[in-house]
């Protein structure tokens, strides 16, 4: 079982920035493929930006560029860094924990923190 807890969230200008943070709680945490999603009102859950156990990085074609995802495995941490934020990165973001298996994999998830950007 992986409990994720997200922290971060705000209310900011657009041009602002953020520093959204997870923290996990079990010592499966190194297997994960850690990843950011949100979800506006209204419209479905999307992938805003991935970080896999080797490192490697995707981001939502959005936010390439403004977004940062990374990664402390030592402290159980993801992180992501959204600079230059616009109002239609509003929504909640929710971190996720995503665990490969052979058929079926597994997908852990935080409560969401709310990220509001407007003057």
């Known amino acids: 079982q992986v409990q994720l807890v997200e922290s971060g969230g705000g209310l900011v200008q657009p041009g602002g920035s953020l520093r959204l943070s997870c923290a996990a709680s079990?010592?499966?945490?190194?297997?994960?493929?850690m990843g950011w999603y949100r979800q506006a009102p209204g419209k479905q859950r999307e992938s805003v930006a991935t970080?896999?156990?080797?490192?490697?990085?995707s981001y939502k074609d959005s936010v390439k560029g403004r977004f940062t995802i990374s990664r402390d495995n030592a402290k159980k941490m993801v992180y992501l860094q959204m600079n230059s934020l616009k109002p239609e990165d509003m929504a909640v973001y929710y971190c996720?924990?995503?665990?490969?298996?052979?058929?079926?994999?597994?997908?852990?998830w935080g409560q969401g923190t709310q990220v509001t950007v407007s003057s």
């Open positions: 970080l896999t156990t080797g490192g490697s990085t």
């Open positions: 079990a010592s499966i945490f190194g297997t994960c493929a």
């Open positions: 996720n924990c995503k665990i490969v298996r052979a058929i079926v994999d597994i997908n852990y």
